[in-house]
């Protein structure tokens, strides 16, 4: 019987029982050992990867705002839907109409939280929405978004995809300073924030709030009279700006303006603050441009596929990533298959470049949703049956090549490999579209905690043994940028080099990440003043 740490538990957890090579014992970090237990790990993260039955790095949230259209808050309850995958917890629209806020919000998919009455209510010309997946604070309403609060420079709405790297601190003088909080989320300090600030109008309090935050954020405010549109100097997370027949809108992806017919304008660039009211459209500070830490695993992962995100294409940057594996990472086979439906790019990248044929050996059921089991030994192992299945008919007797776009805990991979060899496959090459993640984010990402990363306490080798594969090989650092066209300074890597772009310890805080090598953390937020606003 194997043990893994579980965030949020800290009893043992029993591990997998299949079993084919032999047992291989994970090495565990003390969970003292791992930054996010040195004074940076969330408030009420939760085991949610494994109540999922899967076993990813998770989205973050995705937001979409429209500003001077008739149907802003049914325009923005299709741009959250296309956005779906950004955030299945919660969702909700605030909604402006004669300089009045109207919310709401709920918890849930966005097709659930909202119908046609609740739409009714949410009138007016602009309006800001919101899909949540919890990576700071609670799955619990409390924290759903968009967040509301009536200042003294009036109403003020907000939704937000990111993480705060000082949101303890901000909370701790808060709190200090009096301040009762509804949730745990970080969004909400922003509130009690520009409630604080000085500043006659709500943009000066939003510039003064934001001059005291560090940390990933793509954030929109509503305010009586516009929408504020804000990247943070690095650009973590994606923002784009959209126009609809002379309408502003704002999305995280471009999947969400090709919904609502809009076209892509540009990325509101990193540092930058938009607004858009009845008088026009436009940019009312700009941070001078430095390095950027766009977030390259929304290119692997995260986006959609048929998103445009950081001015590149999701689905063709994932073929390229499956291509360049081919070549670092060949195999002996007889047929490629795709983990679905993350994999499919590059298994076909994988398949195009190696000339061995692509086929779907793996059926992925798409009314399964989230199952919220409990990982309980007895129900744990149908997590990823519930998902997947094998094509007995296109995998026996064959060596088979899986591609995935990477290895978390390895449980899945465990499964999915024991899955395709029992349907019949001779051989089983495990291959992943990304160097091994070896660190935690803390950028807006649900990641475990660094003890449960297999590959931050693992060979390839014992990786490889541990799923069961014949062999296993993943992309390269220097394969993932050439293959994203990553240009130097431009892209955050961290999860897989742990060379962290914004500062985790509060100034002359120490970050331990005991056994293993120092987290890197480099502070180029204060390059220049950059993340000082
Ligand atoms: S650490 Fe990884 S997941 Fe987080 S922002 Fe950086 S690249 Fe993205």
């Known amino acids: ?65 429209i500003f001077g259209h008739a149907e802003a808050s ?60 919890s990576t700071a604070g609670q799955s619990r309403i409390e924290n759903a978004q968009p967040f509301f609060f009536k200042s003294a420079v009036g109403p003020i709405a907000v939704a937000h995809n990111g993480n705060l790297v000082n949101a303890e601190e901000i909370r701790s003088d808060l709190e200090a300073q009096g301040a009762i909080f509804q ?34 954020y793509s954030l929109l405010f509503l305010t009586e009279d516009s929408i504020v549109a804000v990247r943070d100097p690095l650009g973590f997370r994606p923002l ?27 990325e509101v660039e990193p540092g930058e ?60 086979a007889d047929i490629v298959i795709p983990v679905p439906d993350s994999g499919v790019p590059a298994a076909l990248g994988y398949s195009e470049q190696s000339g061995i044929p692509y086929d779907m050996g793996l059926i992925r059921s798409h009314y399964v949703g989230r199952t919220f089991i409990e990982p309980s030994q007895s129900i744990r192992h149908f997590g990823v049956k519930l998902k997947l299945n094998p094509v007995r008919h296109v995998v026996k007797g064959k060596r088979v ?50 003890s ?13 043994r541990y799923v069961t594969a014949d062999s296993i090989g993943y992309l390269s650092e220097k394969g993932l940028h050439e293959a994203v066209r990553a240009e130097p300074r431009s892209f955050c890597d961290a999860c897989f080099t742990g060379e962290y772009l914004v500062q985790l310890a509060p100034p002359g805080g120490a970050v331990s990440a005991g056994d293993g090598p120092e987290p890197k953390a480099k502070a180029y937020e204060s390059e220049g003043g950059a993340a000082d606003r």
């Not at 969702?91 to 009455?117: P, R, T, W, Y």
């Open 401 to 450: 090549v899986i591609v995935d776009d990477s290895i978390v805990r390895g449980t899945t991979s465990r499964k999915i490999v024991k899955m395709v060899r029992d349907a019949g496959a001779r051989e089983v090459h495990l291959r992943i579209s990304a160097p091994p993640t070896r660190w935690p984010c803390y950028y807006g990402i649900d990641t475990p905690v660094r």
């Open 183 to 216: 949730g745990s989320s970080d969004t909400e300090l922003l509130l009690h924030l520009i409630a604080r600030e000085k500043g006659s109008t709500p943009l000066e309090r939003i510039q003064a709030a934001l001059s005291k935050v560090r940390g990933a």
């Open 1 to 65: 019987m194997f043990y893994s740490g579980c965030p949020g538990t800290y009893g043992p957890v029993p591990f997998d029982p299949f079993e084919r090579s032999g047992p291989l014992k994970l090495n565990v970090l003390p969970r003292s050992a791992d930054p996010g237990e040195a004074g940076f790990a969330r408030a009420g993260r939760r085991p949610q990867a494994v109540a999922d039955g899967d076993d990813k790095f998770h989205d973050e949230c995705g937001v979409f705002g």
């Open 273 to 332: 603050m938009v607004v858009v009211d009845e008088k026009s459209l436009r940019t009312v500070q700009r941070i001078p441009p430095q390095r950027r830490a766009q977030c390259i695993f929304e290119l692997v992962y995260f986006a959609r596929p048929d998103s445009q995100v950081f001015g590149r294409n999701v689905y063709r940057t994932r073929k390229d990533l499956g291509k360049q594996l081919a070549i670092e990472q060949p195999a002996e």
């Open 74 to 133: 049914h325009l923005t309850y299709l741009g959250i839907h296309a956005l779906q995958h950004r955030g299945q917890e919660s969702a909700g629209i605030a909604s402006l109409e004669n300089g009045e806020i109207s919310l709401h919000k709920g918890m849930g998919l966005v097709g659930d939280v909202f119908d046609a009455g609740t739409l009714q209510k949410l009138g007016g010309h602009a309006a800001i929405g919101h899909t949540r997946y």
């Open 452 to 464: 449960e990363l297999i590959a931050a306490t693992h060979t390839e080798d014992e990786i490889a």
């Open 240 to 266: 784009l700006v959209g126009n609809l027949r002379g309408k502003t809108v704002f999305a995280s992806e471009s999947c969400a303006l090709d919904l609502v017919e809009a076209e892509v304008v540009r």
